[in-house]
């Protein structure tokens, strides 16, 4: 089919339409000076689309029922960067002061998985503090509001390279070594995957689980929101701990400034008050 011409220039009224519907479905605060970003890389996808122009693909995403093109354009707009033992102070802390204190079923939800290196990891750590037959006592919820990165994620296979700051046993111990054309490639042990559940959700909609966590994982989200949106979630994730549970965050995050249920621990470390 031949190409269409196009017109690729974000115009003012574009940037407001894109930046209110990513702001209205998922939170994400586009301010100004943030042209450049939507230029680049929607832009993309208006060529990968054939569309004439960002009013047509806007127009295009709203018609889809589906809710597909929207995920795609909120996946284009943010970064799924992660990796395994990312931020690594977590996991220790996890290890060394939480896990002592757990008793019975360890609930933990890894509220931004990406393609599930993050739930993966606080897996590996607890296991390497409890051993394997503490399996039938995790469960972890991984969710993401992308379907793209949740697919990566249930494949659970990952490049040799990804495991590069991580103990070097852990491959060995947590992973299936691929051979021949997958050689190079691991492959999460199925012991390990049964522990974790991968769910799309959406946190700026109410989530009721059916039991309360002891810790969340929210690294690294905040950054996309302002300060109501970002006050509004820290206060619906509350609702999801157990009273004297954990919340974790980035190391560029912070609750300071906002109204919420908890105590500061240590940098990006909060608890629930009790």
Same mark, same amino acid.
């Given at each position: 089919?031949?190409?269409? !011409?196009?017109?690729?220039?974000?115009?003012?009224?574009?940037?407001?339409?894109?930046?209110?519907?990513?702001?209205?479905?998922?939170?994400?605060?586009?301010?100004?000076?943030?042209?450049?970003?939507?230029?680049?890389?929607?832009?993309?996808?208006?060529?990968?689309?054939?569309?004439? %122009?960002?009013?047509?693909y806007?127009?295009?995403?709203?018609? @889809?029922? %589906? #809710?597909?093109?929207?995920?795609?354009?909120? @996946?284009?707009?943010?970064?799924?960067?992660?990796?395994?033992?990312?931020?690594?102070?977590?996991?220790?802390?996890?290890?060394?002061?939480?896990?002592?204190?757990?008793?019975? &079923?360890i609930?933990?939800?890894? $509220?931004?998985?990406?393609? #599930?290196e993050?739930?993966?990891?606080?897996?590996?750590?607890? =296991?390497?503090?409890?051993?394997? !037959?503490?399996?039938?006592?995790i469960?972890?919820?991984?969710?993401?509001?992308?379907?793209? $990165?949740?697919?990566?994620?249930?494949?659970?296979?990952?490049? $040799?390279?990804?495991?590069?700051?991580? &103990?070097p046993?852990?491959?060995?111990?947590?992973?299936?070594?691929?051979?021949?054309?997958?050689e #190079?490639?691991? =492959?999460?042990? !199925? $012991?390990?995957?049964?522990?974790?559940?991968f769910?799309?959700?959406?946190?700026?909609?109410?989530?009721?689980p059916?039991?309360?966590?002891?810790?969340?994982?929210?690294?690294?989200?905040?950054?996309?929101?302002?300060?109501?949106?970002?006050s509004?979630?820290?206060?619906?994730?509350a #609702?999801?701990?157990?009273?004297?549970?954990?919340?974790?965050?980035?190391?560029?995050e912070?609750?300071?400034?906002?109204?919420?249920?908890?105590?500061?621990?240590? &940098?990006?470390?909060?608890?629930?008050r %009790?």
């Open positions: 089919m031949a190409s269409r !011409p196009t017109n690729e220039l974000l115009s003012p009224r574009d940037f407001d339409r894109i930046s209110k519907l990513a702001f209205e479905t998922a939170g994400i605060d586009l301010r100004e000076g943030k042209q450049e970003l939507i230029q680049a890389r929607l832009g993309k996808k208006i060529r990968e689309g054939n569309f004439g %122009s960002f009013r047509e806007y127009q295009h995403v709203l018609a @889809d029922r %589906s #809710g597909g093109e929207l995920i795609a354009l909120l @996946d284009a707009l943010t970064t799924n960067f992660t990796s395994f033992l990312r931020e690594p102070a977590h996991f220790d802390f996890l290890r060394k002061s939480i896990v002592p204190e757990l008793q019975g &079923p609930r933990i939800w890894s $509220a931004a998985c990406s393609s #599930g993050e739930p993966f990891t606080i897996a590996f750590s607890l =296991l390497e503090e409890l051993g394997m !037959p503490a399996c039938n006592r469960s972890i919820l991984a969710s993401d509001i992308s379907t793209r $990165a949740l697919t990566a994620a249930g494949r659970s296979v990952y490049l $040799a390279e990804r495991f590069s700051d991580c &103990p046993d852990w491959p060995r111990k947590y992973m299936l070594r691929g051979s021949g054309r997958s #190079g490639w691991y =492959l999460v042990k !199925p $012991a390990i995957r049964r522990l974790v559940e769910r799309r959700l959406n946190l700026m909609e109410t989530f009721h059916r039991q309360p966590f002891q810790v969340i994982f929210c690294r690294n989200v905040m950054i996309y929101f302002n300060k109501e949106t970002q509004q979630l820290v206060n619906r994730l #609702g999801c701990l157990a009273p004297g549970g954990y919340l974790l965050i980035g190391h560029s912070s609750l300071t400034g906002l109204q919420h249920p908890y105590e500061y621990i240590k &940098p990006a470390v909060y608890r629930k %009790s």
